[in-house]
């Protein structure tokens, strides 16, 4: 039975991975005053008007909302106005800057590569963007974008710049203690990926400027995806196969392992990311970041002191990046040292929850004004 003197998350899928799911659960570790620890997967026969707040997380969710009573949505992707979700235009291999339409996104779809071809999926695509888009807007529900990117879409797209605001994730802490850079793991010359094996991560750009640096430089991949074939066979093609070392998706000790063991973390996307989680993770590790200058990526590194920012796709620059920070151990040891004291001041999940608790007091304040009766 739930309480109408609780604030309740809501999101469908909290077990599987990703994302979403991350942060779902370093929230409900850190969970603040007056929250559920109940999640809500279901709102169609739920009496909404016995709720002091619902906090949803997922789109198909936001559209169960009825507007009786307070409600905040966290957009932690681009679907609520990129029908594809990527912003990625696989045939280019650039990032996309158009703005919601049907004529522009369909021609995304069929011609760029940015989704699905299937005609009854891209109408479907775009239906669900302009449905969240609407539900925003008849309840006036607050949105909270995980970074300055993703609010900027979303005034872009017509949501009043007063109800969109931006709170940057946090995350928790690992629960295994970790040490800034020694010169040994730096001697080491190894680099980390995380995150899935799929085209708009950039492996192909990684790969490539693998193939230019110290031959002694070796790539850690803790990850999966459907486009891992292709990018094994590139591997072979650029004489690289033998300095890369694929873990698949890794546990938590592994992967604590995978961090400890390199000099560096490489976050190379050629799409937009909302936010990009795998750069707080590794300042906790006190390893500096080599990122794409896309999206919401450069809100959360601070460039030549947490890590480098480079542009999206040009091998030459990445390639300069890992080999800078691979020949010089005292520049990448007070980078990672930096990137830890930036986490510790500005994305810890109990900063987050604090920033958060503020936020709830303002969206319940302003609908008791909006809604004097209840």
Not at 52 to 60: A, P
Not at 205 to 220: E, F, G, R
Not at 223 to 248: M, N, Y
Request: glycine letters at 8%.
């Amino acid at each position: 039975m739930y309480r109408n003197d609780l604030i309740y998350h809501c999101a469908a899928d909290f077990k599987s991975g990703g994302g979403i799911q991350t942060y779902l659960k370093s929230l409900f570790q850190h969970q603040g005053h007056g929250v559920s620890h109940e999640l809500i997967d279901s709102l169609k026969t739920v009496d909404q008007g016995q709720f002091k707040l619902l906090h949803v997380h997922e789109q198909q969710m936001l559209w169960q909302l009825t507007g009786e009573c307070p409600a905040v949505f966290t957009t932690h992707n681009h679907s609520s106005y990129c029908p594809s979700g990527t912003r990625y235009l696989a045939t280019t291999g650039l990032s996309c800057d158009r703005a919601l339409s049907p004529l522009g996104c369909a021609w995304g779809h069929f011609i760029d590569g940015c989704g699905s071809r299937r005609p009854h999926q891209v109408w479907q695509n775009l239906k669900n963007s302009y449905h969240d888009l609407s539900i925003l807007q008849k309840h006036k529900i607050p949105v909270i974008a995980a970074s300055e990117f993703v609010q900027n879409q979303l005034i872009r797209h017509g949501l009043p710049a007063e109800r969109v605001m931006t709170l940057h994730y946090g995350i928790s802490e690992p629960k295994i203690s970790h040490e800034p850079l020694t010169r040994d793991i730096h001697q080491a010359k190894r680099i980390l990926y995380v995150g899935r094996v799929v085209p708009y991560k950039g492996l192909d750009w990684l790969l490539k400027s693998l193939a230019t640096v110290d031959p002694h430089i070796y790539l850690d991949i803790a990850g999966d995806g459907w486009d891992r074939p292709r990018i094994e066979k590139l591997a072979e093609e650029l004489g690289v196969a033998q300095r890369i070392v694929w873990h698949g998706w890794c546990e938590n000790v592994k992967l604590e392992s995978l961090y400890r063991q390199c000099f560096a973390l490489v976050f190379p996307s050629l799409w937009p990311e909302p936010a990009g989680l795998v750069t707080l993770e590794a300042y906790t590790r006190y390893r500096p970041v080599i990122a794409s200058n896309l999206g919401g990526i450069p809100e959360h590194i601070r460039s030549d002191q947490t890590g480098i920012l480079i542009t999206a796709n040009h091998v030459n620059q990445l390639a300069s990046a890992i080999t800078e920070l691979s020949s010089n151990f005292s520049k990448s040891r007070e980078m990672g040292k930096q990137g830890y004291a930036l986490f510790s001041e500005n994305f810890t999940m109990n900063h987050h929850v604090d920033q958060l608790q503020k936020i709830y007091e303002r969206i319940i304040e302003s609908f008791s004004i909006r809604n004097p009766i209840r």
